[in-house]
């Protein structure tokens, strides 16, 4: 079992910048892929990034690649989101996710077995 505590989020201008970071509980951390997506208001959740376990490579949605980074330290068992350059349409509740499976694409909801509760980030224009 994995408890999953999403922080971070708040109110920016856009153009600013947010890091989101997600403390995992329990001792096997470093074997899980770990994924962030968001849910905007009326919209379904959708891909944000997503990292294997040992941080090696790294995955983006079209719409926040060069601007969002996703990184790990499994030491901290510690995931993150730095994100630059945010937009309005970045507003949404930010979630992270565990994934067991190394398999897949990486960017599937059902790929990941374990979720935050969300933080909120909401970007001004």
């Known amino acids: 079992q994995v408890q999953l505590v999403e922080s971070g989020g708040g109110l920016v201008q856009a153009g600013g910048s947010l890091r989101l970071s997600c403390a995992a509980s329990g001792r096997t951390f470093s074997s899980y892929k770990m994924g962030w997506f968001r849910q905007a208001p009326g919209k379904e959740r959708e891909f944000v990034a997503a990292?294997?376990?040992?941080?090696?490579?790294?995955y983006y949605a079209d719409s926040v690649k060069g601007r969002f980074t996703i990184s790990r330290d499994n030491a901290k068992n510690t995931v993150y989101l730095q994100m630059n350059s945010l937009k309005p349409e970045d507003t949404a509740v930010y979630y992270c996710?565990?994934?067991?499976?190394?398999?897949?694409?990486?960017?599937?909801?059902?790929?990941?077995?374990?979720w935050g509760q969300g933080t909120q980030v909401t970007v001004s224009s």
């Open positions: 990292i294997t376990w040992s941080g090696g490579y790294t």
């Open positions: 996710a565990a994934g067991r499976n190394w398999a897949g694409t990486h960017r599937r909801e059902v790929e990941y077995d374990y």
